[in-house]
């Protein structure tokens, strides 16, 4: 049992989960059945749902409270954070590799699809670069405010999605759980706000 | 109960996440027929080729022919085509649309 609750409670084993991704898709276009062009949605799509999940953490904290699986969760926000930027990076890579050239890149660099990218990827770097203890410290109240950067990043990261994929379905669907547990959080706040009808007809 | 909530909430959410599906990028539809009366995607390519085109990937999408490549022009698109006469349906590149045939 305690062997488990090690495991549970291990950071670089949560790591390694992180990281299974990545070995697979890297394997896959290794070994060759995977071609360059189709890395690209892959790496994209680990990225976008690690920065969905470590984006749910705070919601689900603020509906529920400190509940052990979720102080389990929040203590593995900063990781879940930074692994989406690793897949953003690799996701780029891809991306570089394929195009083969800064001319064709810059040819399409204000397509929809395309811009929105860049300026997801712009915004991940300063939200890792600051996800560090050093950071917390020195830039103590502005921490929160780079850390806010997450939301700008999430909806040009879902945007750019959409309009390469042609289709706002997927994208969407990773916002659904996201948008559920802030309407949830708001309908709670309306509800503490509004006097209760009970109070208020005197009963 | 814990692990029952942290295990539905998974779920749930990985039940959305993988209810779409991945394959059909939908820009548009093709009413074609039965695939027997197709072209091959080998004599699109063999056509594109000719015209000046780059062709990194054909596949079928919507109905239609779906091709990744660089058009005679130099541009990194994504084409559609029509599967029997191969007519080119649609052109756009990361989400900016370069053509799209009347009616389509």
Known sequence: ?203 | MRITALVLAASAGLAVMTATPAAATGAIKCQAGPQSGWKSTEALTAMLVKEGWTVRKAKVDGGCYEVYGTTPEGDRVEAYFHPVTFEKLYVARRGQVLFRKAGY
């Open chain 1, 1 to 203: 049992m305690s062997a488990l609750r090690t495991m549970r409670d291990s950071l670089p084993l949560f790591w390694l989960l992180l990281a299974v991704p990545a070995v697979a898709q890297l394997t896959g276009w290794w070994s060759g059945r995977t071609d360059t062009m189709d890395m690209l949605h892959p790496t994209g799509e680990t990225s976008a749902r690690l920065m969905i999940a470590a984006m749910l953490i705070g919601p689900l904290m603020g509906l529920f409270g400190p509940r052990g699986w979720l102080r389990w969760l929040l203590a593995r926000r900063r990781s879940l954070g930074v692994a989406a930027f690793a897949y953003a990076i690799l996701h780029t890579i891809f991306y570089i590799i394929d195009m083969g050239n800064v001319a064709d890149m810059l040819a399409e660099v204000l397509a929809p699809g395309i811009w929105t990218g860049w300026a997801a990827l712009a915004l991940f770097l300063p939200l890792a670069l600051t996800s560090n203890n050093a950071a917390m410290r020195r830039l103590r109240a502005g921490w929160k405010q780079v850390q806010r950067l997450v939301y700008p990043a999430a909806l040009l990261t879902l945007l750019h999605w959409a309009w390469v994929h042609n289709s706002y379905a997927a994208a969407l669907a990773h916002l659904a759980p996201l948008a559920l547990l802030w309407l949830l959080l708001a309908a709670r706040q309306i509800a503490v706000r509004l006097p209760s009808p009970n109070l208020r007809s005197g009963v």
